[in-house]
């Protein structure tokens, strides 16, 4: 489903900080699978998944999509297949303080020009599958961190993508709430969805749900099991 050829990204190219975060990276990464990124802290991962995402482009190489190159793709375009094509769970969540769980969930659909109904129904019913609708119109700040998880998670599905990625979704997490989170990964996998996680917590990388494991050192591939 996406193809990674010979992906290279420099930082302040040409400066005396230029910085190679992403050295010549080619890979095949099948759909309706769990992938695992795993490597240290600089290694790279966050950056990878960053260009396979399409929300930072590569400094070279290329990048497929269902058999379609989308490098070099122009911004509107590429924000276009960004929005329908991944859902996107950060480390901090990042969800939005001041407005409420269903707002925050609702977000990433108003550039799509949907009508607000069918989304709020869309939204609270996607909600209602985390068990976490009687939490809809509270603000995120009042809510627990698996709450918070949970509401993050929704909001990533509310386009209803193909891929979800998730960059060290557990680095927050206590062991009870990582073991939540992958068994909601696994729910995922077996609605279809194709997974790529960064992350170098065992309770990720060690999941029965995991199918492919690539490590990532110096921005490169180390090797993958």
């Not at 119109?137 to 998730?166: D, M, Y």
Request: aromatic residues 8%; hydrophobic residues 45%; proline residues 4%.
């Amino acid at each position: 489903m996406i193809e990674l050829i010979n992906i290279k990204k420099t930082f302040n190219a040409g400066r005396p900080n230029e910085f190679s975060a992403i050295n010549g990276v080619s890979l095949s990464i099948e759909a309706n699978k769990v992938t695992v990124f795993k490597g240290p802290s600089g290694s790279g991962k966050t950056t990878l998944l960053s260009i396979i995402g399409c929300m930072t482009r590569p400094t070279s190489g290329r990048i497929m999509l269902a058999d379609r190159e989308v490098t070099s793709l122009p911004e509107r375009f590429l924000t276009g297949i960004r929005r329908k094509t991944f859902g996107f769970i950060f480390q901090q969540f990042n969800l939005i303080k001041g407005i409420t769980a269903l707002e925050n969930v609702m977000l990433p659909a108003y550039p799509m020009g949907e009508a607000y109904y069918p989304l709020k129904k869309r939204a609270l019913e996607t909600l209602d599958m985390f068990n976490i609708s009687n939490k809809a119109l509270s603000k995120v700040e009042w809510l627990s961190g698996g709450e918070t998880q949970r509401i993050a998670i929704a909001r990533a599905l509310i386009n209803i993508p193909s891929v979800i990625i998730a960059d060290e979704p557990t680095a927050h997490l206590d062991t009870k709430l990582s073991h939540e989170f992958m068994d909601i990964i696994s729910m995922l996998k077996g609605e279809g969805k194709t997974i790529l996680i960064a992350s170098h917590d065992p309770l990720v990388y060690e999941s029965d749900v995991v199918d492919r494991i690539i490590n990532i050192r110096d921005g490169m591939v180390a090797e993958w099991v």
